[in-house]
């Protein structure tokens, strides 16, 4: 997870994310994230949710994704580890060692200048040998709206040259659900769509921008 006590943090010779504002920039120009191209268009809806449930989720995804960063690289102080956090924790390691996972990259900025957005995707990595792009997930909702998003990590990270070297449609595309149980569910997508999907929503996204 990146780290810059809130400092913009220079990612390549061109991308620098600000993690204060979470924002995303090319030589100076701001870049549409991932999740806020979908959220805009109305892929992903958070407005019913009271705002302190919201709160408390985002939290909880933020440790729990620092905990499993720290456990990838190997530097973990588990008597550090909130009693909270072990069963996301738990879960995640029988992941990686029931679904032979080989971590390639992780939480890695990357941008598309073709089509002009960025993220941080979660995990590119292998699965059983097979080239796979991973989004850990701490919520009981399961959307349809992760594919979308895991697909733009895909191509964006293809075009920064930070990908496996593969066309997209070689990838496997997961959302790991990491449960409070010790328990986890993986949810594959594979829709052939989701790629317009993507690219229609980026439109949506820069027709409202303009309109305001």
């Excluded at 960063?69 to 580890?81: E, K």
């Excluded at 924790?89 to 990357?110: C, G, N, S, Y």
């Excluded at 073709?114 to 941080?120: E, K």
């Excluded at 070297?165 to 959302?175: D, H, I």
Aim: charged content about 20%; overall charge negative.
């Amino acid at each position: 997870m990146l780290c810059s006590l809130g400092l913009p943090i220079p990612v390549s010779d061109a991308l620098t994310f600000d993690p204060e504002k979470h924002e995303y920039s090319v030589n100076g120009k701001i870049l549409p994230s991932v999740t806020e191209v979908i959220r805009s268009a109305g892929l992903v809806d958070f407005s019913k949710v009271p705002p302190e449930t919201l709160r408390m989720a985002q939290e909880r995804g933020t440790a729990v994704h620092a905990a499993c960063y720290l456990y990838d690289h190997g530097t973990l102080d588990y008597a550090s580890l909130d009693a909270v956090i072990w069963p996301y924790l738990e879960a995640w390691d029988k992941f990686v060692r029931q679904a032979d996972v080989t971590i390639h990259m992780t939480e890695h900025p990357v941008h598309s200048t073709r089509h002009g957005y960025a993220g941080t995707f979660d995990r590119l990595a292998l699965i059983a040998g097979k080239p796979a792009m991973i989004d850990i997930k701490t919520s009981e909702i399961i959307s349809q709206a992760t594919g979308v998003q895991i697909i733009a990590y895909v191509n964006a990270a293809e075009e920064s040259g930070c990908g496996l070297g593969l066309p997209a449609k070689k990838y496997k595309r997961f959302a790991v659900h990491l449960y409070d149980n010790g328990k986890y569910e993986l949810e594959p997508y594979t829709s052939e769509q989701d790629w317009s999907v993507f690219l229609a929503a980026l439109q949506i996204f820069h027709f409202k921008r303009r309109a305001t």
